[in-house]
């Protein structure tokens, strides 16, 4: 069962920038389609972003020109470069496949946006 490790949150203030990492077991992020999720308090997770294995990205309209996905195949790693950060970007950030494996959800990146 493929299981996954986010790390990067934390708390910055409005404009600022965070990068969140993912690892996984195994080559899975090489050459599955990829997403970052996030869930907000007493919100349903979404999907913020995906990347297929050949590359090709799609942001959600939220988060567009403000986040970016990618992927480096030799260190088998997720990022989610933020920048211009919301307080509505505060949640839970969290990596799977796309679409996710329903029981590898790992404890996720906590991201708080506040002054």
């Known amino acids: 069962q493929v299981q996954f490790v986010e790390s990067g949150g934390g708390l910055v203030q409005p404009g600022g920038s965070l990068r969140l990492s993912c690892a996984a077991s195994?080559?899975?992020?090489?050459?599955?389609?990829m997403g970052w999720y996030r869930q907000a308090p007493g919100k349903q997770r979404e999907l913020v972003a995906r990347i297929t294995s050949g590359g090709t990205t799609i942001h959600a309209d939220s988060v567009k020109g403000r986040f970016t996905i990618s992927r480096d195949n030799a260190k088998n790693t997720l990022y989610l470069q933020m920048i211009s950060l919301k307080p509505e970007d505060t949640a839970v950030y969290f990596c799977?496949?796309?679409?996710?494996?329903?029981?590898?959800w790992g404890q996720g990146a906590q991201v708080m946006v506040s002054s």
């Open positions: 799977n496949g796309h679409p996710p494996y329903r029981n590898s």
């Open positions: 195994g080559t899975i992020i090489t050459i599955r389609t």
